[in-house]
T-cell receptor
Framework: AQSVTQLDSHVSVSEGTPVLLRCNYSSSYSPSLFWYVQHPNKGLQLLLKYTSAATLVKGINGFEAEFKKSETSFHLTKPSAHMSDAAEYFCVVSDLSNYQLIWGAGTKLIIKP | DAGVIQSPRHEVTEMGQEVTLRCKPISGHNSLFWYRQTMMRGLELLIYFNNNVPIDDSGMPEDRFSAKMPNASFSTLKIQPSEPRDSAVYFC????????????FGPGTRLTVT
């Protein structure tokens, strides 16, 4: 069965410093992995996706994530945080048996001025 | 391209009333999902349709909730009768499963039951 664990419920960084949001997954086969972002009182937006092509995936707004099979990780990074990055981020793995998505609990990213 | 469209965006109703939430998926998508999001329980999948057919409704909380998808471009989620604990943001999402699993979300309907 597939599962996903986001290792931090909250991450706080200063504006201009790097961002690292950690995600580990469990899957019986090669998964599809996603990061979604939700800004306060907004809907969920697809940030990036991994589907067994390049292991380093680039997304919108300068974010990227690296798929590491040996570590079963899919961490999200950004070189320099911006105030507008303050949001909740969800790591998601696909359930290949039924096209459903398995959602992590979310990581709230706080940006300090 | 228009994204997923949901209506209404906000709904305030009294306990016991019927509530109907509406969703128009992205044109050409063949899967549709209804989610509920609350502070306490996070994001929960309620029901999932594929090619207009309900595939998995195990997340529907109880018989007061029902969902339909009469055609490929429209779905409804109905709550009858509504209760204060149904207050939440309800999201609709759609995907085109032959091309992958990513889902595209609507803006949500914020439901408040007083």
């Amino acid at each position: 069965a597939q599962s996903v664990t986001q290792l931090d419920s909250h991450v706080s960084v200063s504006e201009g410093t790097p961002v690292l949001l950690r995600c580990n997954y469990s899957s019986s086969y090669s998964p599809s992995l996603f990061w979604y972002v939700q800004h306060p009182n907004k809907g969920l937006q697809l940030l990036l996706k991994y589907t067994s092509a390049a292991t380093l995936v680039k997304g919108i707004n300068g974010f990227e994530a690296e798929f590491k099979k040996s570590e079963t990780s899919f961490h999200l990074t950004k070189p320099s945080a911006h105030m507008s990055d303050a949001a909740e981020y969800f790591c998601v793995v696909s359930d290949l048996s039924n096209y459903q998505l398995i959602w992590g609990a979310g990581t709230k990213l706080i940006i300090k001025p | 391209d228009a994204g997923v469209i949901q209506s209404p965006r906000h709904e305030v109703t009294e306990m016991g009333q019927e509530v109907t939430l509406r969703c128009k998926p992205i044109s050409g998508h063949n899967s549709l999902f209804w989610y509920r999001q609350t502070m306490m329980r996070g994001l929960e999948l309620l029901i999932y349709f594929n090619n207009n057919v309900p595939i998995d409704d195990s997340g529907m909380p109880e018989d007061r909730f029902s969902a339909k998808m009469p055609n490929a471009s429209f779905s409804t989620l109905k709550i009858q009768p509504s209760e204060p604990r149904d207050s939440a943001v309800y999201f609709c999402a759609s995907s085109y499963t032959p091309q992958g699993y990513e889902q595209y979300f609507g803006p949500g309907t914020r439901l408040t039951v007083t």
